[in-house]
């Protein structure tokens, strides 16, 4: 192990704020996300395709618009100003959701929401790396995500409560969501601190040629696998629509994702440090067997114990990969262009994100909903089969272990 990596525990502090950041945030989107897919069948009356279209769209249009904020912040060689003006237009969209009368409201919200998070999206990972020392970036990236992901498993959990609450009140819980988003620019604007640039930094269009060609043929390979793996693991509103139908009450629903999100985060930032010292592409193969294994889990019934254990496989393989992906990004990008190569990846998997979605919508509409979680787990082979072709990964001197 590198000496120095025993201080990979000492992450920076403004790192720390982020996580928090992103937790406040978390707990706003998921009050909101964990109930959404109950407020459009139950209340607007909207199909499962039409909640498939949605959470795809609105996570595409998130993962595109990242490669723009990406390439902008590496223009400008400046992350915070463009995270916190995505952080604010999410926190602007909260207000939609409680007034929305019809599905088209939500959608326009869920864009907005999604848009800010593409906004900030990239320039924070980047932010990440240009923060972390690279001996821990592992560490830091697996310490936001755990932070990130606490907020993912305390918004359903308030959900719940307010849900039994308050009767089942969808619109007041999407009020109260509000207040937490609030908080989380407020926490960005006054607790980050920007790094001064590591080179010397001279402005230029990062999307020319030129600088393209600077992004190594293993940076690409991950932008491919990337792709293929969100194709293997579609939006999380199927596993809400799975739990609905093992007949839980509609307030308790919500927990399935407490569930998910609480073996995600307990995942996250010992994967996240894990990935620091071993294979790379040993860490991505093994989240892909608990993908699947979560999918035939899910495919097979929808008691309540069994949607439970396939939805908390799910966690653990997003604490698995989640971080790990963002590191494997970060080591094979040059600095002045982090922003740009995260821009990128998140606009290739975008398109995968809404391309599963549609597809896991269709499936479920046409032939029930084991053939959704049959063909995430049909993906999760094929891209299985990629990770095994002989193809050199291109990883840093530290992580360079077969």
Known sequence: ???????????????????FVS????ISSEMIHSLLPLFLVGSLGASALMVGLIDGAAEATALIVKVFSGGLSDYWGKRKGLAVFGYGLGALSKPLFALAPVTGVVLGARLLDRIGKGIRGAPR??????????????????LRQTLDTTGSLLGPLLAVGLMLLWANDFRAVFWVAVIPAVLSVTLLVFGVREPPPQVA????????RSKLKQLSSAYWWVVAIGAMFTLARFSEAFLVLRAQQSGMALALIPLVLVAMNLVYAAAAYPFGRLSDRISHRKLLALGLVVL????????????????LAGVALWGLHMGITQSLLATMVADRAPPEL?????????????LAMLLASVIAGLLWDQLGAPSTFIAGGIFCVLTLLALALPIKQGLPAHNERA
Request: proline share 5%; aromatic share 8%.
């Open 1 to 19: 192990m590198n000496p120095s990596s025993a201080s990979s525990s000492k992450v920076p502090a403004s790192i720390w704020v982020l996580g």
């Open 23 to 26: 937790m406040l945030m978390d």
């Open 125 to 142: 990972d980047a932010l990440v790396a240009d923060l972390a020392p690279a001996h821990a970036r592992g560490a830091a990236y697996g």
């Open 201 to 208: 930094h001279q402005r230029s269009n990062p999307f020319r």
């Open 292 to 307: 699947l294994a979560a999918d035939i889990i899910l495919a097979s019934s929808s008691h309540w114990g069994i949607v």
């Open 338 to 350: 982090r922003g740009t190569a995260f821009g990128l990846f998140y606009l290739v998997s975008g």
